[in-house]
């Protein structure tokens, strides 16, 4: 028999009051006892809203990831160039309004590290986000070759997924030794890739 919320507004309620505890100490690390806190509900109530605690971290997860692409989605709109749209990698995770918004760090990161061996219903939606985003990444590439943007030798692919890798890898090293300088140095090797490819110099 299929679950059904006792209510959608509820268990928006629950996601959105969750969704920092479980980017900071996640999914082993968040217990019932965190979530009764956060929401000022009983286990009943959350219970009438989530099958289990499993189900709360993985609409958690689709909450966070969703923050982080409208966010992302938001500087991209802003920036008219195809070089530019790609530069917005290279600065915006630095910065002041990012770090408040996934509070806690990348939540790709955070649960990708946790889950790669524990637990694979949370494993697999952050293999899903990170293969959108290298879609991504490579629609931009796509579009500004085509406007003469770009070389047109470029592999897409390649480059895609060394930009993720450099910004995920960048905040770890970031967190990991409490120095956001290391990551603004990582982020400059991002710069240097985009300026490597474009065809349009500053």
């Not at 969704?19 to 959350?46: E, H, P, Q, R, V």
């Not at 939540?107 to 991504?136: F, M, Q, Y």
């Not at 890898?169 to 982020?187: D, M």
């Amino acid at each position: 028999m299929k679950f059904v919320p006792r209510s959608e507004e509820t268990r928006q309620f629950i996601i959105e009051k969750t969704a920092a505890i479980f980017n900071k100490k996640g999914y082993a690390g968040t217990s019932m006892s965190d979530l009764t806190a956060a929401t000022n509900l009983t286990k009943g109530s959350i219970y009438g809203n989530f099958e289990n605690k499993e189900s709360v971290a993985l609409a958690v997860f689709d909450y966070n990831a969703k923050k982080k692409n409208k966010f992302e989605d938001e500087k991209l709109a802003l920036a008219p160039t195809y070089k530019e749209k790609l530069m917005v990698y290279a600065h915006i995770f630095c910065q002041k309004d990012a770090l408040e918004l996934m509070e806690g760090g990348c939540p790709l990161l955070n649960t990708g590290i946790e889950s790669d061996d524990t637990h694979e219903p949370l494993r697999k939606k952050v293999g899903e986000e990170l293969s959108a985003w290298k879609k991504k990444i490579q629609a931009i590439l796509s579009a500004g070759i085509k406007a003469k943007e770009f070389v047109p030798t470029v592999d897409m692919e390649k480059f895609a997924l060394s930009v993720i890798a450099l910004i995920e890898g960048g905040i770890f090293v970031a967190r990991a030794t409490k120095n956001k300088k290391n990551f603004e140095v990582i982020l400059k090797t991002v710069e240097d890739m985009i300026e490597n490819i474009s065809l349009v110099k500053n």
